[in-house]
């Protein structure tokens, strides 16, 4: 499933206090799928690293008090007891990542925390969220290609969760490289709508193989050398892009972002007008595809804030300009995307009927 149907099949899991297991390849975005839905739920975060756990870790270092057996409470867990005492968050959730990359010792301690709630008297609250990850192995289903050195859990042990499979979407990363958050360059979008299949090639025969961890890293470097250029020649960004993706698509992109014209026209520019004028509507009927799905996407998350809702009639005039079968795409996906109170006030713009309409004329 996609990053969306995801996050929102573990938020279910988790409201049914059942501890959701994402299996995914290594990038492709499990910790960013936690934090974002710790971020909706307004929850704290506690990251626990599996694979950096040794025996007896985690349950605490014994002492004695008073002549009784006692154990030291693990730091993560003290940070958890610290932020469920923070009245700013609703609760916690107790992210363990990499559960299949350390050893069985380690997994047994920790099945204890994840399944009893407890482990050598300290017990985790009820307000705990706990959220598991792990990259697949090569004896499960769709995963047979891949080569993780991971320790397999035994049936018992996996029955015990709910099992949540991640797979990459370029579509969903690009809606979601567009955001502020995200702040992804847009040279780096654009190479991505032009060219998904690089978005994430975990099967590659390249050594070093891109995902949509590694892309975040090129864009974060593309944009420091854009700003310095006097300082970095472009064997040397070509050497960081290399080094993320690997040297046939850094050739690629290289020579892609080389010839690459920014957008002429952006959705934050068209919010400045009552109606699109005809020379913009020119400018747009020339934009290629992938520009113009994300000059829609772009406007129609703006249009999602409420100080634009008035300009909503204007995607309706947009949309007028593409092409017949991506302005039926758009449509579909603002649907899916937007069915709610968004979708409801573009249904009521008869600017957006009849671009629909006009689809079938």
Partial sequence: MNFTEAMNT?????????VPLIIGESGIGKTSMVRQIAKNNNLAIVNIDANLLKEGEI??????????????????LTEVSSLLEDTKYN??????DELNRCEHAVQQELMNLILNREINGYRLDSSVKIIAAMNPSNKYDNFENSDYQVIDMDAAQEDRFVWVEVDSDSKEWIKW??????DIEEEVIE?????PNYLHMPYANENIKPTPRSWERVSKAFKMYKNNKDKYSESIIFNVVKGNVGGGIATDFIGFARNFNSPLIKAE???DYDFIPYEIKEIIQKENHSRLYMLAKRLVQLLNEEENRDKIKLLGEVLMCYPK???LGVMKDIKEDYNGGLYKEILRQDTFIEAFFDIYE
Avoid: C, W
Wanted: charged share 20%; proline share 2%; hydrophobic share 45%.
């Fill in 325 to 327: 079968d991506l302005r």
């Fill in 59 to 76: 349950g605490g270092l014994p002492f004695v008090n008073n002549g009784r057996t006692e154990y030291a409470t693990h730091y993560k």
């Fill in 269 to 271: 520019k068209l919010l």
């Fill in 10 to 18: 573990i938020e279910l899991v988790t409201m049914t206090d059942d």
């Fill in 177 to 182: 490289a567009m955001t502020d958050e995200a």
């Fill in 91 to 96: 609760g916690v959730i107790l992210f363990i």
């Fill in 191 to 195: 190479f991505i709508s032009q060219f």
